[in-house]
């Protein structure tokens, strides 16, 4: 392959082609830029019609672009990046925690529907058996992206059902035992509406911070030994506040906005975020604790 120079009315093309091949990460056009320019030239310089002109330039432009971007898939590894293996992370596990809930309001009820009509489903549905089913779905979402970082994972999800439906059962306990009995109390007292809309905001916030509680706190024994890890049982009653204060809010301020209802969406995209957060942190914090570990180990030896 020769030096040959270009034409005066081909120089264009080179330009062109030298700019194309920014393309390619700066490795590799340090290594190879030289002979593909030289290529580019000797094929340039052979073309004698137009039609091998333009034929020339689509498959070349086609080349270029198709290895440029393998060359940089090559190169990228997601191991390089942490910053945004820990985005990605967190993203993940808040959409796919919102996936489940939801879908399990909206379509996994149905499927199980016919137990609520048995004799048990009509006394234990809402608050045993459709608290535990929830329960695991979601147990199961998060197992998804934290099993290998957790204690006797395959539990996971199954202890997270259990006291799901713990929670659901005692909140239903609560409803049944205090607040119809409250409810009772204010017809016949006939109590302001001030002391009705607390007792209502009281059994608005009170059941999902039992379900939070009872939760997070048989989950908490499976994250990995770490001094930070009892702080789930605070982040989770946290997330579920604020998932439930977000809901609130959207329905208050946009009622009046077109048929969409389903503000609750944004709540659960808040507490998985949160949640999120924290393991990632967590998981990181619990790393950086066993590679200090093992330093310690290794200077007290030497």
Request: aromatic fraction near 20%.
């Amino acid at each position: 392959m020769t030096d040959i120079p270009l034409s005066w009315n081909k120089r264009t093309d080179l330009r062109v082609f030298r700019f194309l091949l920014k393309l390619f990460p700066e490795d590799f056009l340090e290594e190879y830029e030289y002979w593909l320019i030289q290529t580019f030239k000797d094929q340039i310089n052979d073309t004698a019609s137009r039609k091998e002109y333009f034929s020339l330039w689509v498959k070349v432009f086609l080349d270029l672009v198709k290895n440029a971007i393998l060359e940089r898939v090559n190169r990228f590894s997601i191991n390089n990046h942490p910053a945004l293996a820990d985005v990605l992370w967190i993203l993940g596990f808040s959409l796919l925690y919102v996936f489940t809930s939801h879908w399990w309001n909206s379509y996994g009820q149905r499927i199980f529907r016919p137990l609520e009509n048995t004799p048990f489903g009509q006394s234990a549905w809402s608050g045993l058996v459709s608290s535990a089913m929830m329960g695991f779905v979601i147990g199961l979402s998060q197992w998804v992206f934290i099993r290998k970082h957790i204690h006797f994972n395959w539990a996971w999800p199954f202890a997270t059902g259990i006291f799901y439906s713990v929670g659901g059962f005692l909140s239903r306990g609560i409803d049944y035992y205090i607040f119809t009995n409250l409810h009772k109390f204010e017809v016949l007292c006939k109590l302001s509406v001030y002391h009705a809309n607390f007792h209502s905001t009281v059994q608005q916030y009170l059941f999902p911070l039992i379900k939070a509680y009872f939760v997070s706190l048989s989950q908490v024994l499976f994250l990995p030994k770490s001094r930070f890890r009892w702080l789930w049982i605070p982040v989770n009653l946290i997330a579920w506040l604020g998932s439930r204060q977000l809901t609130i809010y959207l329905y208050r301020s946009f009622y009046r906005v077109g048929p969409f209802n389903n503000w609750d969406v944004f709540g659960d995209i808040a507490e998985g975020l949160i949640l999120a957060v924290f393991l990632r942190m967590l998981f990181t914090m619990v790393e950086l604790e066993g590679k200090s570990g093992e330093m310690a180990g290794e200077l007290t030896s030497a």
